[in-house]
Structure formats: C-alpha cells, structure tokens
C-alpha cells in the first residue's frame, strides 16, 4: 500500500498543469529586429512601434509600462487589461516592460533597424 500511496502522489505532483502568466508581453517579441522586412531596413533614425501586452490577475491592481526605463503609461484595472499602443521609438536597442506590482513583471529587448 505504502508503494501505490507514494507513486500515485509522484503522478499528482509532477502531472498539475503549470500556472498562468499573469503578465504576458504579445508584441514586440524578445529578441527580434523590427521592421520586419526583405531586405532588412538598415539603420533606421525613428519607426512608429506596436506594443501589447495583457495582465490578468484577480481583483482591483495597477499596473505601468514603458521603454527604457520610463514609464509611457498607467492605468488602474480589476481581474484582467489588455491593452495595444503605437510609439515613435528612435532607431537602436530598446526594452519594453510592464510592471503590475504582486501581479508580475515582464521585460523584453528588441532593436528598432538593424
């Protein structure tokens, strides 16, 4: 018996779905280059950039994203936001993040140009 209780609690721990990601960054993608074109664009002085990003977390938060380190907006939510901008960014490295306190975080790095 203390065999089966043992596997069976082995099978329980190890077959639970993982958790959800609270904050989820959609665009733009870690790592990539953008525009995405053929032929890549060269350097580029400035692009007009798509952002989205969803945060799904139970009851009243707020949550702040932004480029570089600064903030580009706020906003006060309850169980779930979902939210797509367009920014003007200058041509080089960037990092998009979203910050939604106990929620989570998310940060990704992409280049504007190549």
């Known amino acids: 018996m203390r065999r089966s209780l043992s596997t069976l609690i082995a099978v329980v721990v190890f ?13 733009p993608i870690d790592g ?3 525009p995405i074109t ?3 664009p060269g350097a580029l002085n400035s692009h007009y950039f798509t952002a989205s ?5 139970q009851g ?4 702040e994203w932004g480029f570089d380190g600064s903030s ?5 939510f309850y169980d779930m936001l979902s939210t797509q901008q367009v920014w003007k960014l200058p041509g ?3 990092e998009f993040y979203v910050n939604a306190g106990r929620c989570g975080t998310e940060r990704v790095a992409f280049v504007i140009g190549n």
Do not use: M
């Not at 990003?53 to 977390?57: A, R």
């Open 32 to 34: 990539e280059t953008y």
């Open 15 to 27: 077959a639970a779905p993982a958790a959800a990601q609270n904050v989820t960054i959609v665009y």
């Open 72 to 76: 580009v907006g706020k906003a006060r």
């Open 92 to 94: 080089g490295k960037h």
């Open 60 to 63: 009243d938060h707020d949550v």
């Open 53 to 57: 990003f969803s945060v799904t977390c």
């Open 38 to 40: 053929d032929p890549a």
